[in-house]
Nanobody, 122 residues
Framework: QVQLVESGGGLVLPGGSLKLSCAGS????????MGWFRRAPGKEREFVAA????????VYADSVKGRFTISRDNDKKMVWLQMDNVESDDTAVYYC???????????????WGRGTQVTVSS
């Protein structure tokens, strides 16, 4: 079992930066690939980024590539999403998830956090 808690959301200006955190608890963390997803109002859940167990492989959605960076520290049981040059379309509830492989497909993730709200607005 892995419990995940996101934090770091809030209100940010367009073009600004925000860093989301995901804290894992439970006996095992490092065996899991980790992903970030988001759900905007009235829209389907959307993949954002994923990272492999050891952190050597990352995957990004085209919409965030070059602006967002995913990272992890297995000793601290933490995953982060650095969001730079944010846009209004980035407004959403952001969720972290743990699964077997770093994939964009949500059905491959077993454990999910409750989410943190990010609002991009001037």
């Amino acid at each position: 079992q892995v419990q995940l808690v996101e934090s770091g959301g809030g209100l940010v200006l367009p073009g600004g930066s925000l860093k989301l955190s995901c804290a894992g608890s439970g006996r095992f963390f490092s065996p899991y690939a980790m992903g970030w997803f988001r759900r905007a109002p009235g829209k389907e859940r959307e993949f954002v980024a994923a990272i492999s167990r050891g952190g050597g492989n990352t995957v990004y959605a085209d919409s965030v590539k070059g602006r967002f960076t995913i990272s992890r520290d297995n000793d601290k049981k933490m995953v982060w999403l650095q969001m730079d040059n944010v846009e209004s379309d980035d407004t959403a509830v952001y969720y972290c998830a743990a699964g077997g492989v770093p994939t964009a497909r949500p059905e491959h993730y077993t454990f999910w956090g409750r989410g943190t709200q990010v609002t991009v607005s001037s």
